[in-house]
């Protein structure tokens, strides 16, 4: 006579409220030739193909607190029914007084039909110690939180809701036009702050800026009074050079260039005379052969 173990379907078991995960088999004995029950016969759980105990804690419950202490023993009807708190295969083994021994793998697995796990179950009791109370007392809530009370020096107490009198002077339905954004800013005199109204094109009053306004004619030149000092050069007239001029404001000036020095002459040449060129402000008494005239 041998022992064989059955493992039918979970949906035969009590529900489970907590959803754990459930295996039951049937220890049967040979005797004859059929197969009939075996109570009586006590029941071990082994990592499968090991003599290793099954490290995960089994229930013979599915609401049951404490674990099963193996062996257990099979009621009259052979049948031994395990919970546990995850899915997991292990191999029992059973021992009869008179039939001897057997060993067979048994499934645990989450029924598919337990009963939903209600509300409280995500929230914890209490009691639990693995979970913070709500509310929390002062002592259990971390520094670093922003949940603190109002006797918290670190934090401005947000005071009692009201409602809103009025937003930028304006009472009831409230729209703002483009006039209004300034308000809604630093005021100018604050000097952390630049206006908006001229933060990207910067006042006149900017020194680190260029007046975009400073020339206004064609022709303008800016030129330097002195150090970090622009101005306006206006244009000068036609024929007129940039001539520098330390008496000038801006040190440069427009003006006519003189006259040049040699306004005409002659080149004189002649018998036993060296060629030279002659400079006066008339025709020469007494020209000779080979003069070059240029008035």
């Given at each position: 006579?041998?022992l064989?173990?059955?493992?039918p379907?979970?949906?035969?078991a ?8 459930y295996?039951q088999?049937t ?8 197969l ?7 029941v071990t759980?082994y990592?499968?193909?090991t003599?290793?105990p ?12 404490a ?8 009621g ?10 995850a899915?997991?295969?292990?191999e029992?083994?059973?021992?009869h ?22 509300v ?13 109370q ?15 009370t109002?006797?918290d020096?670190?934090y ?6 009201g409602?809103v009198?009025?937003v ?16 809604l800013t ?9 206006p908006l ?6 006042g006149?009053?900017d020194a680190?800026?260029?007046p ?7 022709g303008?030149?800016?030129?330097a ?6 101005a ?5 007239t036609s024929?007129q050079?940039?001539t ?8 440069v000036k427009w003006a ?10 002659y080149w004189?040449?002649?018998a ?5 060129l ?7 008494s ?10």
């Amino acid at each position: 006579m041998t022992l064989t173990l059955a493992a039918p379907a979970p949906s035969a078991a009590p529900r489970s409220s907590a959803s754990r995960c459930y295996g039951q088999a049937t220890i049967l004995m040979r005797r004859g030739g059929g197969l009939t029950t075996a109570d009586a016969a006590l029941v071990t759980a082994y990592l499968p193909g090991t003599s290793t105990p099954y490290p995960d804690a089994l229930y013979g419950g599915p609401d049951a607190t404490a674990p099963l202490a193996f062996p257990v023993a099979t009621g009259g009807d052979g049948v031994v029914a395990l919970w546990a708190d995850a899915p997991g295969r292990l191999e029992l083994e059973a021992v009869h007084p008179v039939l001897g021994r057997a060993r067979g793998v048994l499934d645990l697995e989450p029924d598919p039909d337990a009963a939903p796990e209600p509300v409280d179950a995500y929230t914890k009791t209490e009691s639990d110690a693995r979970y913070l109370q709500a509310p929390l007392t002062a002592g259990q809530i971390p520094a670093e939180f922003l949940t603190q009370t109002e006797g918290d020096a670190r934090y401005a107490a947000l005071g009692a809701p009201g409602a809103v009198a009025s937003v930028n002077g304006q009472t009831g339905v409230v729209v703002l036009a483009a006039a209004d954004v300034g308000a809604l800013t630093q005021a100018a005199a604050d000097a952390r702050y630049e206006p908006l109204d001229s933060a990207y094109t910067k006042g006149e009053s900017d020194a680190r800026y260029v007046p975009a306004a400073l020339p206004d004619a064609k022709g303008d030149l800016l030129a330097a009074s002195g150090p970090d000092a622009l101005a306006r050069l206006p244009l000068g007239t036609s024929g007129q050079v940039l001539t520098a001029d330390s008496a000038q404001t801006l040190g440069v000036k427009w003006a006519t260039p003189a006259a040049p020095g040699i306004t005409s002459g002659y080149w004189q040449a002649g018998a036993g005379t060296t060629p030279k060129l002659t400079v006066q402000s008339s025709a020469p008494s007494s020209p000779a052969t080979g003069d070059l005239w240029d008035w």
